[in-house]
């Protein structure tokens, strides 16, 4: 089926780190691929997406990359900041078949920075 | 723009009570979902809505109703609440053309005992 595994957490790191997070799909049909964020209290917010192989989603100093070799779409931060401190989620969309509509989210990782 | 709003943001309810949870936008986005997050679980989608009138089951649709009769509102129906429903309930939205770009409300957080 079609499915999405992320890292499991929690994550913690100190401010200015390096972060990734994994994320690896199934590789069936020709999927977008999306990080999403929720933070503490609220709902999710679409952070990045790719929707074809290697294509770069960016936003907010977060980087992914989708790689159809490795089937995977790793979040990247190069230096985390405590309002990073959030749930990440990575997600997939079908773009053929009868689950079309449908988003698969990954089980979410949380991540804490610390100052 | 409200975008989706939710409520109640929190409830109680006893097993075997039934309630709707309600779920509305003004963005006039064609399609609508529910979820419900479990720690561990991420989120699973329950129904969701292409536009009024059509409706369609997601990964766990069982014990929940919805129905779509205007554009812009998506109320879930719990018809005989249990203590596995406890969970946090999340409304979403999009337009037709950018369904992976989905507007979430802040969330329902349920209990049943």
């Known amino acids: 089926g079609n499915s999405v595994t992320q890292m499991e957490g929690p994550v913690t790191l100190s401010e200015e780190a390096f972060l990734t997070i994994n994320c690896t799909y199934t590789?069936?049909?020709?999927?977008?691929l999306f990080w999403y964020v929720q933070y503490p209290g609220e709902g999710l917010q679409l952070l990045l997406k790719?929707?074809?192989?290697?294509d770069k989603g960016s936003n907010k100093g977060f980087e992914a990359t989708y790689r159809k070799e490795t089937t995977s779409f790793h979040l990247e931060k190069g230096s985390v900041q405590v309002s990073d401190s959030a749930v990440y989620f990575c997600a997939r969309r079908n773009k053929s078949g009868g689950s079309n509509y449908k988003l698969t989210f990954g089980k979410g990782t949380l991540l804490t920075v610390n100052p | 723009n409200a975008g989706v709003t939710q409520t109640p943001k929190f409830q109680v309810l006893k097993t075997g009570q039934s309630m709707t949870l309600q779920c509305a936008q003004d963005m006039n986005h064609e399609y609508m979902s529910w979820y419900r997050q479990d720690p561990g679980m991420g989120l699973r989608l329950i129904h969701y809505s292409v536009g009024a009138g059509i409706t369609d089951q997601g990964e766990v649709p069982n014990g929940y109703n919805v129905s779509r009769s205007t554009t812009e509102d998506f109320p879930l129906r719990l018809l005989s609440a249990a203590p596995s429903q406890t969970s946090v309930y999340f409304c979403?939205?999009?337009?037709?053309?950018?369904?992976?770009?989905?507007?979430f409300g802040p969330g329902t957080r349920l209990t049943v005992t």
């Open positions: 790719a929707t074809k192989a290697d």
């Open positions: 979403a939205s999009s337009t037709g053309t950018a369904i992976y770009e989905q507007y």
């Open positions: 590789a069936t049909g020709y999927p977008s």
